[in-house]
């Protein structure tokens, strides 16, 4: 199993990738109140059909030629329902994916969030045809950092620029920053 979320959800994401998606948006939503944390996850990809939703959660069964096993939706599920939260998994051919997981904070079986921002830069410097959405909500404030945006201001500039790239890091930084602080 992954030790951190971030990882997971690294890599459900990156399903989003080859799946051919040009826009993924990754949700985090935090509401400690409720003693509940969702992660949501969801492309405009090629989709999956029926079968395929029903199978993605079995560890050997994957579409991939390179590989027999596929880990990393079973263990994002897995993670899920270790805290005694849930998993859910929506797809529909040309249309695309959405995969929701939601988890009990209060749990000691939550592994922690892990280093989301750098998960996040990592898609986009990775994938600069992609677009992302990233969305944090704490209980009532949010934050977003949308790559479309980005496009809209830089023109021909390439999200994987060195000064792009290290401008998305510091906007996930100090916009997380305020998030957790209230602000």
Same mark, same amino acid.
């Given at each position: 199993? $992954? #030790?951190?979320?971030? $990882? ?11 799946? *051919? ?30 079968? #395929? ?18 880990? *990393? ?10 805290? *005694? *939260? ?42 600069? #045809? ?12 949010? $934050? ?40």
């Amino acid at each position: 199993m $992954m #030790q951190e979320l971030s $990882m997971n959800i690294l890599d459900v994401a990156e399903n989003s990738v080859r799946a *051919g998606a040009t826009i993924v948006e990754i949700t985090v939503d935090e509401k400690p109140t409720n003693d509940l944390l969702t992660v949501t996850i969801s492309d405009n990809g090629c989709g999956m059909t029926q079968d #395929q939703v029903k199978n993605v959660t079995d560890p050997f069964y994957t579409t991939r030629s390179t590989r027999k096993v596929g880990l *990393g939706v079973p263990f994002f599920k897995m993670a899920a329902e270790l805290t *005694g *939260g849930k998993f859910v998994i929506k797809s529909e051919v040309g249309k695309g994916t959405e995969v929701k997981a939601d988890f009990v904070p209060s749990s000691i079986d939550l592994m922690p969030l892990g280093n989301i921002n750098e998960t996040i830069s990592s898609l986009i410097y990775c994938n600069p #045809q992609i677009d992302f959405v990233y969305t944090r909500h704490l209980e009532d404030n949010e $934050m977003t950092l949308d790559t479309r945006e980005f496009r809209r201001i830089l023109g021909d500039i390439e999200l994987n620029s060195p000064e792009v790239s290290s401008f998305i890091r510091e906007y996930l930084a100090e916009n997380t920053t305020d998030l957790l602080s209230g602000r």
